[in-house]
């Protein structure tokens, strides 16, 4: 909304002419940070008190690690305040005639709002079980279905870079443009379409500690801040002939419009940041499906707009262990009566086996770090 009311009056004015920064996207993402970063420190307390105020309280799983029993009654929902920082943020600073960030923004207020009654189930029914699964998973597939159907065959409305691209598949580490992967329409869809479910889902079975999700969320979203911004980075004289194209240097998909993508993400990471003063262990708030949810299905969407996919395993491989330890378990005790873990998902495992909760969670963080290098580094080994 700046972007679309003062960018225009640069040339009104000589006085004026500072306003040509907003052109810039590394500056908008930097805004975009420090805003939803600033509003969630500003509004948190007071949100916490309404929580509170409201009985808006966390219900623990019956048969979860007993040292959770005395969080119960802790304020949740607390993703309702994110998504409020995250949205409020990026319609400041994007420029809101790109179609990315329609698709991004339309896939995380869907899913908020998925999220939203899942909350709202659990608390009214003082139980856990909220939203049955394939309800949810319903939901889940018509909003990403529908979002990925825009981006993938609406062709007046998307930029002619991304629909060349469509059907192109990235590989981790093999160079986009020299060893291109060419897939039908049809399959590169269904994965887009998987990723974005996948993702959010993952991100949900992550939230199970203080802090444990939303600091690789905090990690992955600045991870596509700098892939996003590169896919369309261009340098040097007007003509595009004579540009210098980090993409094409880098050997990873152009697409021009996908760097607006970097204030949304700049947007996630400051409102995480901000929820994670009071999240941290031990928390004063807790995020809901509300905010896993969303915050899931908006990482998906970046993975797809940039074409990392298949990367989105490496760089949330947090993510990625946490929903396989859960189908490894239900499987292997459905078929054969035996867990392999003691408790699924794996962060409650190490909890199992004597684990501090801070040492899980910060334990998780360092190998979050350590996935999103070796994510970025699949830029120059190719």
């Not at 060893?179 to 949900?204: D, G, K, R």
């Not at 990482?299 to 996919?309: P, Q, R, W």
Request: proline share 5%.
């Amino acid at each position: 909304m700046l972007y679309e009311l003062l960018y225009p009056l640069r040339n009104h004015a000589p006085w004026l002419s500072f306003l040509n920064v907003l052109r810039y996207v590394p500056f908008r993402a930097i805004a975009a940070t420090a805003t939803a970063m600033l509003l969630s420190f500003a509004l948190s307390p007071w949100f916490i008190r309404e929580l509170q105020k409201k009985q808006i309280g966390q219900v623990v799983r019956h048969d979860g690690p007993e040292s959770h029993f005395k969080k119960r009654g802790t304020p949740t929902m607390g993703g309702a305040l994110i998504l409020l920082c995250l949205l409020s943020s990026t319609v400041l600073w994007c420029d809101l005639h790109n179609p990315f960030v329609w698709a991004v923004t339309t896939v995380t207020v869907g899913y908020g709002v998925i999220g939203y009654l899942d909350d709202y189930l659990k608390i009214r029914d003082k139980n856990s079980k909220g939203v049955p699964g394939r309800y949810k998973l319903l939901g889940q597939f018509t909003i990403g279905g529908a979002v990925c159907a825009y981006m993938f065959f609406a062709r007046e409305a998307m930029p002619s870079d991304w629909f060349d691209l469509r059907d192109h598949l990235g590989i981790p580490f093999v160079a986009f443009q020299k060893h291109p992967v060419v897939t039908p329409v049809a399959i590169t869809y269904l994965l887009a379409v998987f990723t974005v479910v996948a993702m959010s889902n993952a991100v949900n079975l992550t939230d199970g500690l203080d802090g444990l999700a939303i600091g690789p969320v905090i990690i992955n979203a600045g991870t596509y801040l700098i892939w996003a911004y590169l896919a369309g980075a261009a340098f040097g004289i007007t003509h595009v002939a004579q540009r210098f194209v980090v993409a094409r240097y880098l050997d990873i998909p152009y697409i021009t419009s996908a760097s607006e993508l970097s204030v949304y993400c700049g947007a996630m990471v400051g409102a995480g940041i901000g929820f994670l003063w009071y999240n941290t262990y031990p928390a004063q708030v807790f995020m809901g499906d509300v905010g896993s949810l969303s915050l899931g299905g908006g990482l998906g969407v970046c993975a797809v707009v940039t074409k990392n996919e298949l990367l989105s395993i490496v760089l949330g491989g947090i993510f990625f262990l946490e929903a396989v330890s859960v189908i490894v378990q239900v499987i292997s005790f459905k078929t054969t009566g035996k867990r392999v873990f003691l408790m699924a998902p794996i962060h409650h495992h190490f909890e199992k086996k004597g684990w501090p909760e801070p040492k899980v969670i910060v334990r998780f963080w360092i190998v979050s770090v350590l996935l999103a290098l070796v994510a970025l580094s699949s830029l120059k080994l190719r």
